[in-house]
Structures are given as C-alpha cells and as structure tokens.
Nanobody, 112 residues
Framework: VQLQASGGGLVQPGGSLRLSCVAS????????GSWYRQAPGKQRELVAT???????NYADSVKGRFTISRDNARTTLYLQMNSLKPEDTAAYYC???????WGQGTLVTVSS
C-alpha cells in the first residue's frame, strides 16, 4: 500500500489549506486514517484521526480549525485546515498506524 500526500505550501496566518492523501486502494474504509505532523526540533504528534466507522478525533490544538474527512470511494484522506497559525508549521504525514503505512509528508509553512 502506498500513501501519497499533497497540498502543503506557504500560507499567511489566518489562511487555509487542504491536504490530500491518496491511497493505492480503498484502504481508508477498512482501517480509517490519521494525520500527524512534525515541526522542526519537535516530536511527531497526532493531529487528527478518522475511524473506520467515521468517528473523528482531534488534537486539542487544532479542534475547531481542522477537519479530517475521506471521499466516498475511501481512497483519499483529507485534512482541511482553517485559521492557520505559525505554530501549525510542520511536515504533515498521513498514516494508517495499525498497519504502519506512512505517506511521505507534505510541508506546511504558516508565515507572513
């Protein structure tokens, strides 16, 4: 299984980005999926998770600003990020942790 993340870039504080993670099969319907991030000099942290049944969970730092979702075909995982802050700057990774599947990461930089 391959996970291909995209959608990162440079955005001003208060702006929005949508990250996408395309899987090589309908795997998100079987295992759910997660987004993690790792800022320079910091440990990787869990940002958001969507379970197989659709239940979502978020880190406190992104609640109310980020939304995780998946498409109907369950081949793509999304992370809609609104009201971005400089502290959201990090490399973002999609993952299916239970299977140790990880995408390559996409860089998000929030700066004026």
């Amino acid at each position: 299984v391959q996970l291909q993340a995209s959608g990162g870039g440079l955005v001003q504080p208060g702006g929005s980005l949508r990250l996408s993670c395309v899987a090589s099969g309908s795997i998100f319907s079987i295992y759910g999926g997660s987004w993690y991030r790792q800022a320079p000099g910091k440990q990787r942290e869990l940002v958001a998770t969507i379970a197989r049944g659709g239940t979502t969970n978020y880190a406190d730092s992104v609640k109310g600003r980020f939304t995780i979702s998946r498409d109907n075909a369950r081949t793509t995982l999304y992370l809609q990020m609104n009201s971005l802050k400089p502290e959201d700057t990090a490399a973002y990774y999609c993952a299916i942790v239970s299977r140790n599947y990880w995408g390559q990461g996409t860089l998000v930089t929030v700066s004026s």
